[in-house]
């Protein structure tokens, strides 16, 4: 138990669904981040958010929303996505330091997109 | 950030030390070197992190060379239970937030 918590673990919807997963941290943290792991592939950064602003978007296509209402909870809302992206996707947060800060994950969302 | 090199794979046998190398021959001075691990379909667990000086928590310790091109994860006992994918990252200190780019990994299997 990390303190990073993630619903739903699993979630099978079809390519004109409207869903979002939820990622909920319990440490206090204030940076918030989602990954997407795809089979056989390394992690991948989606979004971050930084003291509830965005700050990164890798290029993520538009068909993934992240939202991060306050420093504890983070969304993805996901509409018409594609077999493709069917994959693990894990959130993590941090707390920022003046050096260094270390990212904790919550268990992941197992996608299915059918 | 620095890349790293790890091996595919290794095998340890169960109750003995596990030693895990990763090579960052290009690491810069204010870079950290952190160790995840992922135990199949799971999020990635934190182990322990280093600048310089060698690390030890309760779940490992940290070796890393004088010059600081490459470390080694200490696993003192390994147990069944450790058998996962372990990541080493090198990632810049001093940024407004954390950025952890992933690589293959080593896959350690621990064996009775």
């Known amino acids: 138990e990390t303190g990073v918590t993630q619903t739903p673990r699993h979630l099978v919807m079809g390519m004109t669904n409207k869903k979002s997963l939820k990622c909920e941290q319990h440490?206090?943290?204030?940076?918030m981040y989602w990954y997407k792991q795809s089979a056989k592939k390394p992690l991948e950064l989606m979004f971050v958010y930084s003291l509830e602003e965005r700050v990164e978007n890798n290029s993520v296509p538009s068909r993934f929303s992240p939202e991060c209402p306050n420093s504890s909870h983070l969304f993805l809302h996901l509409h018409t996505l594609q077999p493709e992206d069917s994959a693990l996707y894990l959130c993590a947060s941090s707390l920022l330091g003046p050096s260094t800060d270390t990212q904790y994950f919550g268990p992941g969302t197992r996608l299915t997109v059918l | 950030d620095a890349k790293t090199t790890q091996p595919p794979s290794m095998d340890c046998a169960e109750g003995r030390a596990a030693n895990l190398p990763c090579n960052h021959s290009t690491i810069s001075g204010n870079e950290y070197v952190y160790w995840y691990r992922q135990i199949h379909s799971q999020g990635p667990q934190y182990i322990i992190h280093?600048?310089?000086n060698n690390e030890t928590n309760e779940m490992a310790s940290l070796i890393i060379t004088e010059d600081r091109k490459s470390s080694t994860l200490i696993l003192p006992h390994a147990t069944l239970r450790d058998t996962a994918v372990y990541y080493c990252?090198?990632?810049?200190?001093?940024?407004?937030?954390?950025?952890?780019?992933f690589g293959q990994g080593t896959i350690l299997t621990v064996h009775p």
């Open positions: 280093g600048l310089k």
């Open positions: 990252i090198v990632r810049a200190g001093g940024t407004s937030y954390g950025k952890l780019t």
């Open positions: 440490l206090g943290h204030n940076a």
